[in-house]
C-alpha cells in the first residue's frame, strides 16, 4: 500500500504577497502606479495612432524576448523562488511607474545640461549625464518599495537580483517599444530593425543588468544587518550602484561608439552586434561574476545553516550534498521520474523545497528545539516517508558539510 | 516619497533658476523677434513654409522654426489648415489633433494651437510638434513650429511655450 503524501501546505518563511493594505508602502506603490499608467496608456495610443500594425509587431517581438528573460532570472534564485505577484510588482513599476517618471525627470535633468552646457554639448551628452543616475533612481525605488511592502522576503543579495533585474525588464520593454515607434519610425519594416538593434543585438546589456546590480545592493544593504558594520554595506550597495549607472552611462555616451551611420547596409548589421558588445560586455562579465559569487554565497550559507541538522529528520547528508547543487538537484528528480514516475519525482521536488526552508528555518530560531524547527523537521520526515513508499522510489545520494555565513538572522 | 520628488521636479527646479533669456532677440525685423532662452542657438536656414521667409532655434534635440507668409489676408484658422497642408506634405501617418485650442501672447495677440504626430518621408523617423498661428494685426501670418523626435517633445515643450508666449510681435 503506498502512504499518501502530507497536504501541501504555505510555507510559513514566503507568503507575502503584494497586496499588503496594512503597509503605508503598497498605497504609495499603487498611487504612483496608478498616476503614471493613465500617462502610460496614453503613450501607447499615441504609438498605436502612428501604425497599429507595427505597434502590435513591437509588443509580439517584446513579448518574445521578455518572457524567456523573465522566467530565466525568476529561477535564478537557485533556492527560495520569490512571490509571484511581488515579481510582477516589480515587472509593473519598471514598465509603468519608473519609466513614466523618468520621461518627466530626464526632461528636466535635460534641460539643465542644455542650460549649463549649451545645444551642442546637450545634443551628444544629455542622454548620458541625465538618464543613467535619473533612471537607475528611480527602478532602483522601485526595488525598495518591494522591499517596504514585504521586507521578509529579501533574505540575499540574489532575491534583490530577481526584483531589480525583472524591474529593469518592465522598464526595457516599454522604452524599446517607445524606440521602436520613435526612433525606428513604427512600421514593420522599422520596427523590425529596431528589433535586431535593441534586443537582438542589445538584449544582453540593457536595463536587466542595471537594476539586477541595484537590487544586489539593495539585498545585500538589508540581508547583512546583522552581521555586517553600516558603513561595509553601504560600500557594497554604493559600490553596486555606482556599476550599473557607469555601465548606462558609458552605453549612452558617445564614447567608444562604434555604431555605424544610417542608412545600414549589410555590412553594418554585422558591425552593430560588435559596437553593443564593446559597451555592453564588461558589465555583463561584472554582473555574471556577482552572481556566480552570489550563488556560491547562498550554496556555502545552505551548507551551513543544514549542518546540524544532517542525520537528523529533516535531512540526510546524501540529501543535502544533491541539494546543494542546483545540477544534482534536477538530475535526482529527473532520475526519479524515470525510476518511479511523475508522482514521486514531484514529492522529490516538495522534499528539496522543504528542506531548503529547513534551513530558513534554522538560520531564524536560536534554540534548537524551537516549535517551528521541531515542525519543519516533522514535515520533511513525513514527505520522505511518502516518497520512500512509493515502488521505485529512493532519497537521492552523496554527502558534504561546510560552513558560511548566509541570510540574516530576524 | 521626497526622493522621487526630488529626482522628479529636482531638473526642473534648477533649471528655472538657470533659465533666463540670452542675447538679443532673433527674427524677421519689423514682424517678429524671439528671443532665445538659454541653451538654445539660432541653426542653418530650413525648407520653409509656402516659400515663406522662416528661421529655426534648436536645443540639442528639440527645435523651434517660425515662418512669417507676408502679406496675409486669411483667419488664423485657415493658417492653421493650411500649415496642417504643410505638414502632411512632409509627413506620413500624419494625426493631427483634433481641434485648435485658444491661446494668447502675453502681448494679447490671439492665437490657436495643435498638436502633430507623424513620420519624417525624409529620414523616416517619428517626430511630434506643437503648431501655433497668429495673424498679426498688420496682415503677417507666423506660424511657430516646436517639434522633436517622437516622445522628446516634453524635453523642451515648456521652452518652446515660453519663446512662442514672449514673442515679440509687431
Known amino acids: 500500500m503506498i502512504a499518501s503524501a502530507p497536504r501541501r501546505r504555505r510555507s510559513p518563511l514566503h507568503d507575502a504577497t503584494l497586496l499588503q493594505p496594512r503597509r503605508p508602502a503598497f498605497w504609495v506603490f499603487v498611487a504612483i502606479v496608478i498616476a503614471t499608467s493613465i500617462v502610460s496608456v496614453g503613450q501607447q495610443s499615441v504609438f498605436r495612432q502612428i501604425s497599429p500594425s507595427g505597434w502590435a509587431l513591437s509588443w509580439a517581438l517584446l513579448a518574445l524576448y521578455a518572457l524567456p528573460v523573465l522566467f530565466l532570472v525568476y529561477v535564478l534564485d537557485l533556492y527560495e523562488r520569490e512571490p509571484l505577484s511581488l515579481v510582477l510588482g516589480a515587472l509593473l513599476w519598471g514598465a509603468v511607474a519608473a519609466t513614466t517618471l523618468s520621461g518627466f525627470a530626464n526632461d528636466g535633468w535635460g534641460l539643465v545640461v542644455a542650460r549649463v552646457g549649451g545645444p551642442e554639448f546637450a545634443a551628444r551628452w544629455t542622454a548620458a549625464l541625465t538618464a543613467p543616475l535619473v533612471e537607475e533612481t528611480l527602478k532602483g525605488l522601485g526595488v525598495v518599495m518591494i522591499y517596504l511592502i514585504a521586507p521578509d522576503e529579501f533574505d540575499d543579495m540574489m532575491d534583490g537580483f530577481v526584483y531589480g533585474a525583472v524591474c529593469g525588464l518592465g522598464f526595457a520593454v516599454v522604452e524599446d517599444v517607445f524606440y521602436f515607434m520613435g526612433v525606428f519610425g513604427g512600421r514593420p519594416n522599422g520596427v523590425l530593425q529596431g528589433f535586431f538593434v535593441r534586443v537582438v543585438a542589445s538584449g544582453l546589456y540593457s536595463h536587466v543588468l542595471y537594476t539586477g546590480l541595484v537590487g544586489m545592493g539593495i539585498g545585500y544593504f538589508d540581508s547583512r544587518r546583522q552581521r555586517r558594520p553600516l558603513v561595509r554595506r553601504l560600500i557594497v550597495l554604493a559600490g553596486l550602484s555606482a556599476a550599473a549607472v557607469l555601465g548606462h552611462f558609458l552605453w549612452n555616451s558617445p564614447l567608444l561608439d562604434l555604431f555605424p551611420s544610417r542608412p545600414w547596409s549589410g555590412a553594418d548589421l554585422l558591425l552593430i552586434p560588435v559596437a553593443t558588445a564593446v559597451k555592453g560586455l564588461p558589465l555583463l562579465g561584472f554582473a555574471t561574476l556577482a552572481v556566480v559569487l552570489a550563488h556560491r554565497r547562498e550554496r556555502k550559507w545552505l551548507r551551513g545553516a543544514l549542518a546540524d541538522e544532517v542525520g537528523g529528520p529533516g535531512i540526510s547528508a546524501d540529501e543535502l550534498a544533491v541539494l546543494a547543487q542546483t545540477r544534482r538537484r534536477r538530475t535526482a528528480v529527473s532520475e526519479m521520474r524515470t525510476r518511479a514516475g511523475g508522482r514521486a519525482a514531484g514529492l522529490l521536488r516538495r522534499l528539496q523545497r522543504e528542506q531548503v526552508n529547513l534551513a530558513m528555518v534554522r538560520s531564524k530560531v536560536a534554540a534548537d528545539d524551537d516549535p517551528a524547527l521541531l515542525e519543519q523537521r516533522a514535515y520533511c520526515g513525513s514527505l520522505r516517508d511518502a516518497l520512500r513508499a512509493i515502488p521505485g522510489a529512493a532519497p537521492a545520494d552523496a554527502g558534504i558539510v561546510a560552513t558560511d555565513d548566509g541570510p540574516r538572522d530576524r | ?170
Open chain 2, 1 to 170: 516619497m521626497t526622493t522621487i520628488l526630488g529626482v522628479v521636479l529636482g531638473g526642473y527646479v534648477v533649471a528655472a533658476a538657470l533659465s533666463e533669456p540670452t542675447g538679443p532677440p532673433v527674427g524677421i525685423p519689423g514682424v517678429v523677434g524671439v528671443r532665445p532662452l538659454s541653451g538654445w542657438v539660432v541653426a542653418r536656414a530650413i525648407v520653409s513654409f509656402d516659400g515663406a521667409p522662416s528661421f529655426q532655434l534648436t536645443r540639442g534635440n528639440g527645435n523651434l522654426i517660425v515662418s512669417v507668409r507676408q502679406p496675409y489676408g486669411g483667419d488664423p484658422e485657415t493658417l492653421a489648415q493650411r500649415y496642417r497642408a504643410f505638414l502632411s506634405d512632409r509627413l506620413s501617418q500624419l494625426s493631427v489633433s483634433s481641434r485648435l485650442e485658444p491661446i494668447r501672447l502675453r502681448s494679447g495677440q490671439p492665437g490657436f494651437r495643435f498638436a502633430y504626430i507623424g513620420v519624417s518621408t525624409d529620414t523616416g523617423t517619428s517626430v511630434e510638434g506643437e503648431v501655433t498661428v497668429f495673424v498679426t494685426p498688420s496682415g503677417h501670418g507666423i506660424v511657430f513650429n516646436g517639434w522633436a523626435p517622437a516622445g522628446l517633445l516634453s524635453f523642451v515643450r515648456s521652452d518652446v511655450r515660453t519663446m512662442v508666449a514672449e514673442a515679440e510681435v509687431t
